[in-house]
């Protein structure tokens, strides 16, 4: 008799069981959201390195090759999140220039991208999410070349719209496995993208304490206009709080 009611019981166990598994499969978006928790609704700050491959004629002049590299600081926030997938707000600022030489002349280029942009997220894992970005941009940039006949610099600065884009992944590297777990989260990113800024034409003239000292023969001097576009690549690390 006691042999039978121990089986009953088992059966009754084993059929709870069963009931319960099948209620987590039935909810997959329940458990989901339970487990990413942290790991996915956070404000998140970043330090990286952006390096654009600009092949514009009027970047030429500033820069030994095509290659422009910018530090980038970005700050996000999530909005909503539904199941693996999140949208947050992101925003970022480059920040960075390149020198050269022009016919025997130094010359540079800094330049400061802000943006600002909608991100989608998809985490494949707690720790591993891709995210895809596009949005306006605001540039300022500012060229100088020095002439040595007037022992003076040359320069023009000025904004230009534009647009940048990225798809990318995250993988958090340092953190606590509960996504129930409100402490710093941090993480490794790479992103690949494209940069796209409207053309602004060039007139190098001697500006502020320079203008005042160049003799007055110095004339403004017409260089091709400047369009900083083209593919990029980003490497960052993050916080996320």
């Not at 909810?27 to 390096?51: D, F, M, W």
């Amino acid at each position: 008799m006691l042999a039978g009611f121990g089986t009953k019981r088992a059966k009754r166990g084993l059929a709870a069981g069963l009931v319960l598994a099948g209620m987590q499969v039935g909810l997959p978006g329940a458990v989901s959201a339970q487990s990413l928790g942290k790991h996915q609704e956070h404000t998140q700050a970043s330090l990286g390195v952006r390096t654009s491959l600009v092949s514009d004629a009027g970047y030429d002049p500033y820069a030994e090759d095509n290659v422009l590299t910018q530090g980038s600081v970005g700050l996000s926030r999530t909005l909503f999140a539904e199941g693996e997938w999140s949208m947050a707000a992101a925003a970022g600022f480059d920040f960075g220039g390149v020198s050269a030489t022009v016919r025997g002349e130094h010359s540079e280029l800094d330049l400061y991208r802000f943006g600002l942009a909608p991100e989608a997220r998809f985490h494949l894992l707690p720790r591993l999410y891709f995210l895809g970005r596009l949005g306006p941009t605001l540039s300022r940039d500012r060229v100088k070349v020095y002439d040595s006949a007037a022992a003076t610099d040359l320069s023009s600065a000025g904004w230009t719209f534009g647009f940048d884009s990225a798809l990318g992944a995250a993988y958090e590297v340092i953190g606590k496995t509960s996504g129930a777990n409100h402490g710093t989260r941090g993480w490794v990113q790479l992103e690949f993208g494209y940069g796209w800024s409207a053309s602004r034409d060039i007139t190098l003239e001697p500006r502020g304490d320079d203008a005042d000292a160049a003799p007055e023969r110095v004339n403004g001097v017409s260089m091709p206009a400047l369009a900083i576009r083209g593919p990029a690549v980003k490497v960052a690390v993050a916080a996320s709080f």
